[in-house]
């Protein structure tokens, strides 16, 4: 339904590994998914953990990549250096916003405090009529499993409409998260 218009897909990912070797292969498998199919990966412009791992395969695979880093963060020498492209900003502010007008839909994958604020942001925007783009939470090993509970609780305790199902799709694996585009 979406698929014919993406060209270009942010992905919000941890630059840290994690402990489970299922986010390295989820951001592996979303990696050449991308590029196979010609989407461009816009994403926070790491090299490390989650993202390094995510941009290394849509790179390794042909596919086309645009970090987008405050610049603060590229004088820790945390940039990835072989990207298709590489913007630098002069905040996290203006970090998101870049990544947000450079895309045509959102995945999440697992990572920390950073994922989490970008999700929230992005939904939120949505919930407030901002844009109308694709969000999909992919909960790889039931890593999500809390954020799910806590919509459920803030839904029960009357903080969010019950209509949030609509402001973003959860997905288990790469598979249905682009069943959900398709």
């Not at 698929?3 to 270009?8: G, N």
């Not at 009529?129 to 954020?147: A, F, T, Y």
Request: proline share 2%; aromatic share 8%; net charge negative.
């Amino acid at each position: 339904m979406y698929m014919e218009k993406i060209q270009s897909i942010a992905v919000y990912c941890g630059a840290r590994p994690g402990n489970n070797a299922a986010y390295r292969l989820v951001a592996e498998e979303l990696g050449r998914e991308l590029a196979l199919r010609k989407i461009r990966l816009v994403y926070g412009g790491g090299g490390t953990g989650v993202m390094g791992t995510l941009s290394d395969s849509v790179l390794d695979n042909g596919g086309q990549v645009t970090g987008v880093i405050p610049r603060f963060l590229d004088s820790h020498e945390i940039a990835h250096a072989g990207l298709t492209e590489l913007i630098k900003v002069d905040s996290m502010h203006i970090r998101k916003q870049t990544m947000f007008d450079r895309a045509d839909a959102f995945i999440i994958l697992p990572g920390g405090i950073g994922t989490l604020d970008e999700f929230f942001e992005i939904i939120t925007w949505k919930q407030l009529k901002q844009h109308n783009k694709p969000v999909i939470l992919v909960n790889v090993s039931g890593c999500w499993d809390s954020i799910n509970t806590l919509i459920e609780d803030l839904v029960k305790n009357d903080f969010l409409h019950s209509n949030i199902s609509e402001i973003f799709s959860v997905a288990d694996n790469i598979s249905d998260a682009f069943s959900i585009f398709d």
